[in-house]
Nanobody, 114 residues
Framework: QVQLVESGGGLVQAGGSLRLSCAAS????????MGWYRQASGKQRELVATTPSGGASTYADSVKGRFTISRDNAKNMVYLQMNSVKPEDTAVYYCKAELGISFWGQGTQVTVSS
């Protein structure tokens, strides 16, 4: 059974930092494209960053230079380091694994106060 479990969300002040983690199980992690998405209240879910297997990471324009995605294939973990956060980064953040089909975590809330 595939499981993606996010952690690390919470309340942070604007300009601060937060690190999200996603623990994956039940998949061949090293072959998966892993990604972080977010969904703000009343808005559609949007891509934040992806890290493919053996390829270059990609980022949404809104987070370039502030967020960094990384993965540890030995631990089946993917991370999102969020720096210089802004109130508009407030959302539920979801971990996604793509292996021909998509798997999603339950999400973790990030709230940025101004």
């Amino acid at each position: 059974q595939v499981q993606l479990v996010e952690s690390g969300g919470g309340l942070v002040q604007a300009g601060g930092s937060l690190r999200l983690s996603c623990a994956a199980s039940g998949i061949v992690f090293r072959l998966a494209t892993m990604g972080w998405y977010r969904q703000a209240s009343g808005k559609q879910r949007e891509l934040v960053a992806t890290t493919p297997s053996g390829g270059a990471s990609t980022y949404a324009d809104s987070v370039k230079g502030r967020f960094t995605i990384s993965r540890d294939n030995a631990k089946n973990m993917v991370y999102l380091q969020m720096n210089s956060v802004k109130p508009e980064d407030t959302a539920v953040y979801y971990c996604k694994a793509e292996l021909g089909i998509s798997f999603w975590g339950q999400g973790t809330q990030v709230t940025v106060s101004s």
